[in-house]
């Protein structure tokens, strides 16, 4: 029989529980609290709006025809059965997966194959047990986020100490780098968690009391680093360089074979993608493009133009060696400022960094993080610019760095806290007499006057509204209107002008690409833009006829009745309607027109296609 607890007893217990982590379980489920709560928000979107609009797309078209049909590959584009047939020659122009920009790839396509799509599936997956709402899928953001924020403190609090973790957390945790993406749809929530599994992994790996404890971390670690290149490119590489750079600050020195284990764990996981590719496009355009994508994003395709210029080879390979270390350069400096905005705040970290060590490294404790760890959170930040540096310009790869910069502010913050404490107490680090007393204020001015300065920048600066949809404006309201419009067949928007909110107006001539939130907040509907009216029929009329009759309900958008004057005249021409003498609907200020009612039947071509 158990004794039960006294009141003593529960105290005793109570005492033993560290404050530090009673203090961040509090913060945590704050912080959590509120992300959730801003989630239900239909009008809340991340930082990364674009990708949060295409991941519903995307799940919406896994959801209604399965994974697999989709080759488990993002789909950026409203859905529609027919909208398969984008992915034909003759209507290419209106895919949105590969762009045409894609070096000299294969795009454009229907299917995006140049990042790994393993991110989507918790979405997917919540989709297909009916959470599809995008604040269902908010949720799984925020529950990613906010577990990866979880074992970035149990690493810190077991590798450095629980105060340090502490601070570092909540600082990492008010950041605009993380709270602009904590709820994003698109990787960043999935990178998190995996990345910081993965660092408390290999910290159990040399740390574990047992050899069965530490290879149970190594298998853990292996997985979420195969997980990881199933999902992402970006955090892969800080993975990798964490890896070695914990043997380097443990003094285990340089391991191969582990690192050669490991680095199968991304190969396999790449391999996965590569595979998918072969599956969609075939062997020799999944080379194509893979080979494209890595020379634009790395800066090949800007180098190899160097060999054209008739110099000789040392030019040639200075000259590509120079283009690098310019992308290189200007993309750090752009890394960087996602997360500080000036990078003269880098240096002022430093400055202070430096200035407590030299000072105080006779004292009997010294609060800071070490350079070592601090140098290889560093480092693993930046791994992805050496590799990929055009691919790393992304706003959102500021986190990367945002690890390094919150443990050199969180361990700054304690420090500063312990020297005012024991600065009150008249008690001295180092130095005798004047000089100590004259050097820990010193420090002690510098370390506030210099984390004031630097926290305008870090907390305050990039703080504003919730991002919105509020620059789609006057789009928005038409696209919701459309949303609820009724037609008998799943709808496809033919827009001329209708609405003007594109994600890219040349995108090929003629055919500007809609921005991925309209198509959202027209049901997840696809929506093709044209210039001119004449493209518009000639697309309408090819979609008709590979998909067959009731295959969808042709919808046109116009700016104004002589668009839809005209684009009517054209289809009457054409053989696809039979009259023009057709009313549109208004809807704020633009006129739109279902065209089910009005089509002519297409008549059997000896192939049977149409049917």
Known sequence: MKTPLTTADTLSQLKRVNPWNAAFLLFWLTLFSVLAVRGTDPDRWSDWSFGDAQTMLSTRHWTEEGWVKNYLLFVPQGYAHVVKHLDEPELRQHAHGDSPYGGRGVGPRLYYTHYPSGYLVPYAAAAWLGFDSMGAARVVSVLMSMAGLGCFYLFLA??????????????????????????????????????????????????????????????????????????????????????????????????????????????????????????????????????????????????RGSGETGVSRVQMIAGMLLDRAQVISTTTEKVMVCVVTETKLFWTLVGIYAFHRVLFRRAEKNLLPGVKILTVLFLAGLAYIFVLPNAAGMDYQGHQMLPFYALAIGGLLVAAGDCFAQTVRLKFYSYPGVVRRSFQLAWLLVAVVGLYDFGQYFWYARRGPWSSADHLSPDVPLARVLSNYATAHPPVYFNLGGMTSY???????????????????????????????????TDLKQLLQMGGPNSFSPVIIAGDQRMMTGVLERLRAAGVIGTTSLTAQPIYGKLVLDLTPYLVPPNPSPSGKGQ
């Not at 991925?516 to 518009?536: H, K, N, T």
Request: net charge neutral; with cysteine.
């Open 158 to 303: 077991r590798a450095i100490r629980p105060s340090v973790a502490f601070a570092t957390c909540v600082v990492y945790g008010l950041t605009p780098a993380f709270l602009g993406y904590a709820d994003s749809l698109a990787n960043m929530p999935i990178d998190d968690l995996l990345r910081y599994g993965f660092m408390l992994a290999v910290f159990y790996s040399t740390r574990a009391t047992t050899k069965a404890g530490r290879w149970r971390a190594n298998v853990v670690a292996w997985v979420l680093e195969f997980g990881m290149s199933l999902s992402s490119f970006d955090s892969v590489f800080f993975m990798f360089v964490w890896l070695i750079g914990w043997d380097f600050v443990e003094g285990r020195g340089f391991r191969f074979v582990r690192y050669f284990i490991f680095g199968m764990a991304a190969v396999c996981g790449h391999g996965v993608q590569l595979l998918q590719n072969v599956w969609y496009l075939g062997t020799a355009d999944a080379l194509l493009d893979v080979r494209a994508m890595f020379l634009l994003k790395s800066g090949g395709e800007q180098m």
């Open 503 to 537: 994600w890219n107006k040349a995108y090929l001539p003629g055919y500007p690409q809609i921005h991925p939130m309209l198509e959202y907040y027209a049901g997840s509907r696809p929506i093709l833009c044209f210039d001119q009216d004449v493209s518009l029929v």
